[in-house]
């Protein structure tokens, strides 16, 4: 067989077959490389050979057993010949017909594809699947990572293939460089010329393998040069979009006519130029860009399609029927760009065009459907960003196909430019505040030549301004964000340019109820609205996502941005933006009212507060700015509870603290007082006990004013709570036992039964376990007396932790095992959660770990999806405990320092918490006998309980005794100084 010829170089390197982690490497040619860890990404030099068969869509349809059994032959062939050669076959890249192979030597990978092609070309294959495979062989740099190879040289390599017929070897510039000297007769290279490939903005001169007797003569080869097309070369690379261009193939594939929407910006335009490209082979009469934008008289839409394709008319006939017999037998594809203006007639035309002319597909992008019948309609999204306020680390950040495009776009004017850490923050926010509009995108990129990505991320707040520049080619509307949404605008009605600007009152959507609430009014009627929200969407101004089955819509912040500015000068903003408060804080407060309850409608409760938060901050912000301060108070009190169940604290007290001081100024004491106490509540849950107990004093000094003795008792119940966190458990119970009192008087039961429960909690800290027993047995009773389940189940869930403390496990279990049992009945995710949590820990007290295990599982679970801070931490704390008494030493520290890293992240302030993390971890892990790392835990966490008199203080501080003995003063001393300067996560880490 003829071949390349080559200096013989001996070399001990083996072959590996498909499918291998590694391909060989070959010693005539090494490869080049800037990274030698195999598990990361590196750059590397390398040749590659990429195959298929031409036609095997219709080969598979027609004969498809027969297929099965040529390419079984075909990868056997493949596997001999590319092994010896040298060769690796990606086998991630195979596509059922194709082969992706990769070579460290270009003569080899030449060698490898001309064998290849000699052994398809003599096979005897059956006469039906007689395979004709086309190659290109190309040679550059690519990126390895996960075993596959990336980066512009694999697409060069594909675009190159795609070119070639069936039978043909098509050998890259670079590659030809190589072995230009080396080919051996009868073998030539013939010059093919320079050619255009799709996608590409550099062309590729080609080279064709030829052999005398072989066939060398061949049609053009398929490239942009000779293919009938007007489609313009692009001068920018095509980002992302790969799942799109997929479906949308396949979508051209079923549909006569399929048009492309969204919004202005997004990218229709680029994406049915890049389908066009990919598609051109299967279009004998060519692939033709018709673009309308300039156009301004709708009856030139025929006119300008036929001055595309050189029709002229025929006289006496309309240019429709003259565009409609000539057509009638071509095989193509009309591209029609930006419909949106001209829907009416570019229907008609299109709808002419595809009734008569069976060979002809249409491809149009408009902002909407043109309505024509079998039209197939493709909606293009955005490109992916990062959630707003997401701060991804540089690697993940370019994961984002919106970022990619920036980063694209910036290097292609300072090439110099990465994404690091410095810069991933705000370039995170950029992309998310621009909802990933590719248009937008550019537009920002060709900022940074002035500016940095800092500073561009502060100014997007007037965007307008800053996003200017566009093409000074291109349309006016296509030159600057404004001017490209002016377009949109102006092709609405006016009554959906009314709805538009009332609905910019909106921050992160709304429902089809919320606008039906706020939207209507002359001269709009609440039955017009999902009308006028349809027409909207389908132009693709709203956007609409099907969550849950809970259909919601919303604006891109920039056309939401657009529309605040047009409705700014406008006399009927203000009452919509009243509107939309006054909603809102009525929706907050039934949802606060469920949360309140405990029902099994809690968790809804919250998911919607959660849903609508950015319209509610929105609204709290208005009402602030109008000083209403009656306002300010209801939506701070609405969403206390709501920012307190997820740990949103600053933001609680800061809508808190503004709105007591403009409830100080009118005085609303009564309004005052409430929020006083929620704010007590904030403190406390911070562990700043001494605000707590000032916020409380001060709240209950305006109930006692006003002599409203049942708003006093949760105030003396909550100082009792701060009283025995700093270990005055004489305080606590005389705080306690006021509030029994008042809640006895005002015979309010629910309040008397949490009161002993509280008092029998306390007297279990402070190890009075005879008077514990009695007060948990008297709220037991009760609750059970009043039928109160919850409170019920409550009380007989703290009493089973008492019990555990007393080391009566088994005890403990019956009754967590009821409690457990009445939450789930109730639907109380919470409650139940963290049964689960306290039964599990009874269970490993009784050695029952695989059953705590499964506890745990289900109580984390819970804990997660409703973001409950104080629960998770206990289930991560439970799996350490685990694992230590598993022996798994290792996987205990895991356990213990996500949990610390949990409650440091959520809530850094509650020092008691952490404190009890620690110390379970110091008493449970084991360390090789050396008691020295659990010691250092110890201390850290009596550092963190501080001076409280707390039973686990005090247990704590026994412990921390024994352990100075075991090590010695000397030691222990050293041990404790050395606690000073590490952090609690870092002594888990040592672990």
């Known amino acids: 067989m003829a071949g390349i010829n080559v200096m013989e170089i001996e070399t001990t390197n083996t072959t590996c077959p498909r499918g291998n982690d590694f391909f060989s490497m070959s010693a005539s040619a090494p490869l080049s490389e800037t990274n030698t860890d195999t598990q990361n990404s590196r750059t590397l030099t390398a040749t590659f050979l990429m195959t298929d068969v031409e036609g095997s869509t219709r080969l598979w349809e027609e004969y498809a057993l027969q297929m099965q059994k040529a390419l079984a032959r075909h990868d056997a062939i493949a596997e001999k010949l590319l092994s010896e050669n040298n060769g690796r076959l990606v086998k991630s890249r195979g596509e059922g017909d194709s082969l992706f192979c990769v070579f460290t030597s270009p003569v080899d990978a030449v060698n490898a594809a001309w064998a290849l092609q000699q052994a398809f070309q003599t096979e005897n294959w059956p006469e039906e699947t007689r395979l004709k495979v086309r190659m290109a062989v ?49 073998l030539f290279l013939r010059d093919m010329g320079l050619h255009h490939l799709k996608d590409l903005q550099q062309p590729e001169h080609v080279w064709q393998l030829c052999h005398p007797e072989f066939i060398s003569e061949f049609p053009p080869l398929k490239s942009l040069n000779v293919q009938q097309t007007n489609l313009p070369q692009q001068v920018t690379t095509f980002v992302g979009r790969d799942t799109e261009l997929v479906r949308l193939h396949s979508m051209l594939e079923k549909a006569r006519m399929v048009t492309i929407t969204g919004s202005g910006g997004v990218g229709k335009t680029r994406m049915t130029l890049q389908m066009g490209a990919e598609v051109q082979e299967q279009f004998t009469d060519g692939v033709w860009l018709i673009e309308l934008a300039a156009i301004a008289d709708a009856g030139l839409v025929a006119k300008t399609i036929a001055n595309t394709l050189n029709v002229r008319e025929e006289p006496g006939q309309p240019m429709q ?34 009734r008569v002319c069976p060979k002809v597909k249409v491809l149009a992008s408009s902002r909407e459907g043109l309505g024509i019948q ?33 980063v694209d776009r910036v290097q292609a004017v300072l090439p110099a430019f990465v994404v690091d850490e410095t810069n991933a923050k705000p370039l995170a926010q950029i992309c998310s505040r621009l909802d990933g509009i590719p248009f937008a995108l550019e537009l920002a990129a060709a900022r940074v030549r002035a500016m940095s990505v800092d500073q561009l991320a502060v100014r997007l707040s007037d965007r307008f301004r800053i996003l200017t520049g566009g093409s000074r080619t291109a349309l006016p509307r296509q030159q600057t964000l404004r001017a490209l949404i002016d377009w949109s605008y102006n092709l609405l009605s006016e009554q959906e340019q009314i709805l538009l600007g009332r609905l910019s009152v909106f921050s992160g959507g709304w429902q089809l109820e919320d606008a039906e609430a706020i939207c209507t009014g002359d001269p709009i009627e609440d039955w ?168 409380y004093t001060e709240s209950l000094q305006l109930f006692q004013k006003m002599s409203n003795l049942k708003r006093q008792i949760p105030l003396l119940n909550n100082l ?86 007393q080391k009566e496990a088994g005890s403990a279990v019956k009754r967590l095992q009821e409690s457990l049992e009445i939450f789930l009945n109730l639907g109380l995710k919470q409650q139940s959660g963290i049964c689960s949590l306290y039964l599990a820990g009874a269970l490993m007290d009784l050695n029952e770990l695989e059953q705590a295990e499964s506890c745990i599982q289900d109580g984390l679970q819970q804990a997660r999806e409703i973001e409950d801070l104080w629960g998770t931490t206990l289930g991560l704390s439970h799996l350490g405990q685990i694992e230590a008494l598993r022996g798994n030493t290792v996987q205990a520290a895991a356990y213990f320092l996500q949990a610390v890293n949990y409650q440091q992240e959520h809530a850094p302030q509650n020092k008691q918490r952490l404190a009890e993390l620690l110390h379970t971890a110091a008493e449970l892990l084991h360390n090789d006998g050396s008691i020295e790392q659990q010691y250092l835990l110890l201390c850290a966490a009596i550092d963190l309980y501080g001076d409280s008199n707390s039973f686990t203080c005090t247990s704590a501080k026994a412990l921390q005794h024994k352990w100075r003995e075991q090590l010695g003063e000397e030691a222990a001393a050293r041990l404790q100084q050395e606690v000073q300067t590490i952090t609690p996560r870092t002594l888990l880490e040592r672990f």
């Open 321 to 354: 029927q003259s565009l409609e017999n000539a057509l009638r037998e071509k095989s193509m594809l009309l591209i029609l760009d930006n419909c949106e203006h001209l829907l009416a007639e570019c229907s008609r035309v299109l709808n002419g065009l595809l």
């Open 138 to 186: 190309h040679t550059g740099d690519a990126e390895f990572r996960e075993r596959d190879y990336y980066g512009p040289v694999i697409n060069r390599c594909a675009r190159l293939r795609s070119i070639a017929h069936g039978g043909q070897v098509l050998i890259s510039s670079s590659t030809f460089a190589m072995v230009e000297q080396h080919v051996a007769t009868p």
């Open 720 to 805: 009792g709570n701060v009283a025995w966190a700093d270990g005055d458990f004489e305080a606590a119970e005389n705080f306690y036992n006021q509030a029994l009192m008042l809640a006895r008087e005002e015979k309010l039961a629910a309040y008397e039964g949490t009161m002993l429960s509280n008092l029998g909690a306390l007297a279990s800290d402070k190890g009075e376990f005879v008077k514990c027993m009695q007060r948990f047995e008297e709220a037991i009773n009760l609750h059970r007396k009043n039928d109160n389940a919850r409170l019920y189940a409550e009380a007989l869930m703290n009493y089973a932790e008492a019990l555990r403390r």
């Open 528 to 695: 017009e609205v999902l009308d006028l929200l349809t027409s909207l969407v389908d132009k693709s101004i709203v956007v609409f996502e099907d969550r849950s089955q809970a259909g919601r819509y919303r604006l891109m912040e920039s056309i939401r941005q657009y529309s605040l500015e047009r409705m700014a000068n406008n006399e009927q903003h203000a009452d919509f933006r009243l509107r939309h408060a006054v909603h809102y804080l009525s929706r907050a407060q039934e949802w606060n009212k469920a949360i309140e309850q405990f029902g099994e409608n809690q968790q809804t409760a919250l998911l919607h507060l959660g849903q609508e938060l950015n319209n509610l901050r929105s609204a709290m912000d208005w009402v602030a700015e109008q000083n209403q301060a009656e306002s300010m108070a209801a939506y701070a009190l609405a969403l206390s509870r709501f920012f307190l169940m997820t740990a949103s604290y600053t933001e609680g007290t800061q809508r808190l603290d503004t709105a007591i001081a403009a409830a100080h100024t009118v005085n609303m004491e009564s309004e005052q007082a409430e929020m006083l106490m929620q704010r007590g509540r904030f403190a406390f849950y911070m562990a700043d006990n001494q605000g707590a107990r000032q916020y």
């Open 374 to 406: 079998g039209e197939m309609l493709f909606r293009i999204p955005s490109l992916s960003v990062p959630m707003q306020g997401e701060s991804p680390s540089p690697a993940a950040l370019m994961q984002y196909e919106g970022v990619r495009l920036f």
